[in-house]
């Protein structure tokens, strides 16, 4: 209601119903995406908060940034693809293998943790969504940004690759299968850190101890298989399954293509979805309980 | 009981002081308190509970003294066994029986026949029937009642409450409120600290009202109330020709102004509430108006917490 | 008068303790206390109408929802808790456009409506601030903010001005009754203070130890009687003897006089015999009721 004067006018500014759109689950589930990935990336935030992931970042792309530089130094006196041997998208992520897990444990909790201990859970699960929307849309924006930063290197690895081999259209035609094997590799790789950081981040409400949590069980499953191999002698094949980095390598060489043993490479794989399914279920069993 | 417990001056504060660093907590407060209910008020940070733990006897004054039934309270055994004391966040063991959890108050404290004192206790609270139950099983009123009964088992003359009420319904307050006039009858001194100034205003005697650390006033609400010369009082008149009668009133002298309010009733300004007093009667009869209603507005302890806060 | 939450034969139960005990009642428009101590249930009946525990038996439900879909009807429901809930790195302007977001609103709406409930709620410019450095008014502000910058039907609030010292208290029942009076949203107040209801709310329900105690409108269960007190500071004898001289039927009580059932021409013969004896008058007014006989009436063991 205005009241026009010849001199002038008077706006309400008084509090106005909203009878805009309502998007209901759709739009909260993908809000809580969007913010995920900020989170995960640390933007709009203060630069401390941006540190700590683009330290792991930077970390897991390092290696792909040195055969870039390599590769194409090296075009310029001979076939790249020679002079770099093994380094290439095979055993990329066998150097970054480590940083990726490592971004995802450090970074990871951020998108759980806080919300609990700051109490702000409580003022998202009186919204129009489920508590397993909540952790979905969360994981979901972990895992996004995480394999991004597990193919982006991959990719500018590949390019380079064919673009300073000598003929890259033969590059192209004897190396294509290598992309879909990245992207699988890569695929294990996200999804099996993103899991661990997410079931971490559910056991306890501070960030940092769930870092260290994750770290403590990668470690502790390897040392633990170590000395149990040694005692167990023939069946302590198995108990290599439990190794976790190990285990990974072993089957991204799979996926490549290459030897695997003593057990049948699916068996690894198996081991990883088996560890992956486990803290799914101690993720979602948490968010089961809603406390508010 | 005790002759200790009825001398005034049961509290007697000396230019007291005490603070952390750049931090003064309580700045020069003096005051004297006995028998009956003293209310401890002030806004966030006024340095109450500060206060309230030097007169315990937990903490130490950087200045001044603090006196209780005489004697200085500093590592005195004999006067802080006088003191009963209800701190706001207590826990207690959810497995002891109420009697237990007085017991062993009890026997802490040093009461002599520390059964008799617990019957006299429980039965001051009104907890007879449930005192053998565990306090896991009490309701949140039960269980602040039985923490009072564990701080008087040892019959101090002294009592300390600190937000004794916090998450207490209107029917627990009521009887924790009878209590403490029972209690305060018997001659005992007692001091609430609380945020809810109407608990306050129905059992207090006399308030202390501190703010930063000061004693901004002290005594009763209302004789405070008069003493805040600069505000104008309010005062709200219902009678049955209210112009007649407003324009009656600023013919007085002292009225600062009169409003007419939508329903017909007037709200008058004074500086001098008693020449009002006197004249809203007399103006009424002669000119013949009925007089339906004549209220103080901001007489209560509400108005006089936020005058004196803000001041 | 349309209902907006129902609790029918309502029954919550932790482990032995039982929180609510087959309670049915109704949530209208307006502004609603819900009266009780801490573990009367309160807190329970407000976590079972957000959805956030499932009842043991009967049902807690958001009719005036328009739709069925429990999900989707808590974009037209609010939340206050009593317990810190604000992510302290974040600003009130920042995570009011996210949580708008969050509650079903398009991106761009949702800025719009985050900066007009700042403003309606009174925060200015630290609204760009960080809210971990709020201080406790500005962070109920900006708790009372989200819990309606998505429009919502009705708002359910926590205990509103637990920890809050007297000048707090106040400014946060003016907003609240802002909230429900001005801007026109619904509003079920929990709280253990009669004066917080008594000074907000229009109607009131009373839980005890698990179990509906009462519950009507507050103004019905404050509303003056008529006897009519009468309070002098001095001259009461005076008074009294110059009342009964003019035919008044006045009886001393507690410190005051007393009429019950006082007619104009018994005001007109007060006021006289006040001037006559010369006493100073304090207050002339009706006894009201007041919630506190709610409570003074035999009702469950506390």
Redesign the interface.
């Known amino acids: 209601m205005t009241t026009a004067g010849p001199a002038g006018e008077v706006f309400d500014l008084g509090y106005q119903r909203y009878e805009g759109a309502r998007e209901g689950r759709g739009r909260a589930r993908s809000a809580l995406f969007w913010d995920g990935v900020r989170i995960s990336l640390g933007l709009g935030r203060s630069a401390s908060q941006k540190v700590l992931p683009w330290l792991f970042i930077l970390l897991a792309i390092g290696p792909a940034i040195m055969i870039v530089v390599i590769a194409s130094f090296a075009s310029q006196f001979g076939d790249a693809g020679e002079i770099l041997g093994d380094f290439g998208n095979g055993s990329y992520f066998e150097f970054a293998f480590v940083p990726l897990l490592a971004f995802g444990v450090a970074v990871g909790p951020a998108l759980l943790c806080p919300d609990r201990r700051e109490n702000v859970l409580a003022l998202y699960l009186v919204r129009p969504l489920t508590s397993y929307d909540y952790v979905a849309a969360r994981s979901f924006a972990f895992l996004a940004v995480s394999l991004v930063v597990t193919y982006l290197p991959q990719v500018v690895i590949f390019a380079t690759l064919t673009m300073t081999s000598r003929a890259p259209a033969t590059y192209l035609t004897e190396n294509w299968l290598d992309v879909p094997r990245f992207v699988a590799s890569g695929f294990v790789i996200s999804v099996f850190a993103t899991s661990l950081a997410m079931a971490a981040a559910s056991l306890t409400d501070r960030r940092a101890v769930a870092t260290a949590g994750a770290i403590g069980l990668v470690l502790v499953l390897a040392a633990a298989a170590g000395l149990l191999h040694d005692v167990a002698g023939q069946a302590g094949r198995y108990l290599e399954l439990l190794q976790v980095p190990p285990t990974i390598t072993t089957v991204n060489n799979w996926i490549f293509g290459e030897e695997v043993g003593p057990l049948p490479g699916v068996a690894y794989l198996g081991s990883v979805a088996g560890f992956v399914a486990l803290f799914a279920v101690v993720t979602w069993n948490r968010y089961r309980r809603v406390r508010a | 009981m005790s002759d200790s417990r009825t001398v005034n001056g049961t509290v007697r504060v000396h230019h007291l002081s005490k603070w952390y660093g750049p931090v003064v907590a309580v700045n020069d407060v003096s005051f004297e308190i006995g028998a009956g209910v003293t209310g401890l008020?002030?806004?966030?940070g006024a340095g109450k509970t500060t206060l309230l733990r030097m007169v315990a006897g937990l903490a130490n004054p950087s200045e001044g003294t603090v006196e209780v039934l005489g004697k200085q309270v500093r590592n005195n055994p004999e006067v802080l066994a006088r003191i009963g004391v209800l701190p706001e966040h207590d826990g207690v063991y959810g497995f002891m029986t109420g009697r237990q959890f007085v017991e062993l108050n009890g026997r802490l404290s040093g009461a002599h026949d520390v059964t008799a004192a617990v019957d006299r206790a429980i039965g001051a609270v009104q907890l007879a029937d449930a005192q053998h139950r565990a306090l896991a099983g009490y309701?949140?009123?039960?269980r602040q009642r039985m923490r009072l009964a564990g701080a008087l088992v040892h019959d101090p003359g002294l009592l300390l409450l600190d937000e004794p009420l916090s998450?207490?319904?209107?029917?627990?307050r009521?009887?924790f409120m009878e209590i403490v006039r029972r209690l305060a009858g018997e001659g005992r001194t007692i001091v609430i600290s609380s945020?809810?100034?109407?608990d306050v205003e129905a059992v207090a005697d006399r308030i202390l009202l501190m703010v930063s650390g000061k004693l901004a006033a002290a005594g009763d609400y209302r004789a405070i109330r008069r003493k805040l010369n600069e505000r104008p009082f309010h005062l709200r008149v219902v009678c049955s020709d209210a112009r007649r009668m407003a324009a009656a009133l600023m013919e007085t002298p002292r009225v600062d102004s009169v409003a007419i309010d939508g329903d017909g009733s007037l709200r008058v300004l004074s500086r001098d509430v008693?020449a009002l007093?006197?004249a809203?009667?007399?103006v009424?009869?002669a000119r013949g108006i009925?007089?339906?209603?004549?209220?103080?507005l901001d007489d209560t302890l509400?108005s006089v917490?936020?005058y004196i806060?803000e001041r | 008068m349309t209902v907006l939450l129902r609790a029918s034969n309502l029954t919550k139960r932790f482990g032995n303790t039982v929180a609510l005990e087959s309670v049915s009642f109704d949530v209208h428009d307006g502004i609603t206390g819900l009266l009780g101590s801490n573990g009367a249930g309160k807190s329970t009946a407000l976590r079972l109408f957000l959805g956030l525990l499932r009842p043991d038996g009967g049902s807690a439900d958001f009719v005036g929802a328009g739709t069925a879909d429990r999900v989707a009807a808590r974009q037209r429901i609010g939340y206050m808790p009593e317990h810190d809930c604000l992510p302290t790195h974040v600003s009130a302007a920042e995570f009011l456009t996210h949580i708008a977001q969050v509650s079903g609103l398009p991106p761009h709406e949702a800025r719009t409506r985050a900066t007009d409930v700042l403003r309606h709620v009174g925060l200015g410019e630290e609204r760009y601030r960080p809210m971990g450095g709020y201080s406790t008014g500005m962070k109920q502000r900006a708790k009372l903010a989200q819990a309606f910058v998505h429009d919502p039907v009705i708002v359910l609030l926590d205990e509103p001005t637990s920890g809050l010292d007297p000048a707090g208290r106040q400014e946060m029942l003016e907003l609240i009754g802002r909230t429900g009076r001005d801007f026109g949203i619904s509003i079920l107040l929990s709280s253990h203070l009669m004066g917080d209801v008594e000074r907000t709310c229009d109607r009131v329900i009373v839980l005890e130890g698990g179990h509906l105690a009462r519950e009507g409108e507050v103004a019905r269960l404050v509303e003056e009687t008529e006897t009519l007190v009468v309070q002098v500071h001095h001259g009461l004898d005076e008074l009294m003897s110059t009342l009964g001289a003019r035919g008044v039927a006045a009886r001393l009580e507690g410190g005051a006089i007393v009429v019950d059932r006082a007619t104009g021409e018994d005001m007109d013969r007060i006021r006289d015999a006040i001037v006559e004896s010369g006493a100073l008058l304090y207050r002339l007014a009706p006894r009201r009721h007041s919630l506190t006989e709610v409570f003074q009436s035999p009702g469950s063991a506390a």
């Open positions: 008020l002030g806004p966030n309701s949140r009123g039960m998450g207490a319904d209107p029917r627990q009521l009887h945020h809810v100034l109407e008693e007093q006197r809203v009667p007399e009424a009869q009925r007089l339906m209603r004549f209220e103080p509400e917490f936020s806060s």
